[in-house]
């Protein structure tokens, strides 16, 4: 076989190959517009303005949280004892100054305001964070169990003109999720041992 008809052959392969991730990719991208209409459902609820309390210790009402945005995208985090929330979190600080041009961005989870000041610290989070113990708010939104079990994932709020808060989405958060890209890196690294990323 000529070094000709060799190169055809490769590269009429390698030309089928992207054909069929162009195909995925416009799949995967139809599929996750059909998602976010259903998360909008999902999520879509009247809140009542909880009152949560800042690294202070400070009261602060979820009204308050938007700052003078009209939206506020609230991530529901289990606390320093979760490394993959911890993962999440950090991904979220590095990013954090884009998400905030578009709306009000913010943490929050079950530790005491002084353990969620230290840890935040340590991990130098530029994200503003909230603590919820004392409140119903992380379980009232779907995120901790009747044995006070807790679940990662997202909320977004809509204020409107007259105060009023309203959930308008919600997700939750997994290994492989839409919202840490080291899972999609993981991805592409040869198994060690046939061991996916979630077999941990």
């Known amino acids: 076989m000529g070094s000709k008809e060799k190169k055809s052959k490769k590269t009429s392969f ?5 054909t069929k ?14 998602m976010v209409k259903l998360l909008a459902k999902a999520g879509a609820r009247d809140v009542e303005d909880y009152e949560m309390k800042d690294t202070a ?16 995208i609230l991530i529901h985090n289990m606390g320093r004892s979760c490394s993959y929330c911890t993962l ?3 991904g979220f600080s590095g990013v954090s100054y884009f998400i905030e041009k578009k709306a009000a961005f913010a943490l929050t989870s079950p530790d005491s305001p002084e353990v969620q000041k230290e840890f935040a610290e340590s991990r130098g989070w530029k994200l503003k964070t909230y603590s919820t113990a004392g409140s119903t708010f992380t379980k009232d939104m779907g995120y901790q169990d009747e044995k006070g079990g807790y679940w990662p994932g997202v909320s977004v709020f809509h ?13 939750f958060f997994g290994p492989g999720d839409f919202y840490s890209s080291p899972f999609h890196l993981f991805d592409l690294l040869p198994k060690e041992n046939g061991k996916d990323y979630d077999d941990e």
């Open 14 to 18: 390698g030309s089928k190959i992207e």
């Open 21 to 34: 991730l162009r195909k995925l990719e416009e799949d995967i991208a139809a599929s996750r517009k059909k």
């Open 57 to 72: 210790g400070n009261p602060v009402k979820l009204s308050e949280m938007f700052g003078d945005k009209e939206n506020l």
């Open 88 to 90: 999440w979190a950090d």
């Open 159 to 171: 204020k409107e003109s007259d105060g009023k808060v309203k959930r308008i989405a919600k997700d």
